[in-house]
Nanobody, 123 residues
Framework: QVQLVEFGGGLVQAGGSLRLSCAAS????????MGWFRQAPGKEREFVSA????????SYADSVKGRFMISRDYAQNMVYLQMDSLKPEDTAVYYC????????????????WGKGTLVTVSS
């Protein structure tokens, strides 16, 4: 029912910023909680951030609190992840995720995944 495509990954120096975008297709986008996960080389996929279907609640991993911000645009069927003060340890493939009716804060509750976009932060 939902397809997710990420945009915005790239190479940035430590301390820089990037904004990731996730374009969602399919009906009832507004009823899905949306989120971002990431997987660094040699590590398991981990939760980064999520936003409720209504947009009123957000969650962040401790490692990104104060640096990343998630948002969504219902009119454009888009979800964003603004990443500031990037660190080399933020280097990973970032995946957009969707969960029916609530925010996806764990892999087990994710219903749809994007294919990922690579973020590389140099020292």
């Amino acid at each position: 029912q939902v397809q997710l495509v990420e945009f915005g990954g790239g190479l940035v120096q430590a301390g820089g910023s990037l904004r990731l975008s996730c374009a969602a297709s399919g009906r009832a986008f507004s009823t899905y909680g949306m989120g971002w996960f990431r997987q660094a080389p040699g590590k398991e996929r981990e939760f980064v951030s999520a936003i409720t279907w209504g947009g009123g609640g957000t969650s962040y991993a401790d490692s990104v609190k104060g640096r990343f911000m998630i948002s969504r645009d219902y009119a454009q069927n888009m979800v964003y992840l603004q990443m500031d003060s990037l660190k080399p340890e933020d280097t990973a493939v970032y995946y957009c995720a969707a969960s029916r009716g609530r925010a996806p804060t764990a892999q087990a509750v994710v219903d749809y995944w994007g294919k990922g976009t690579l973020v590389t932060v140099s020292s």
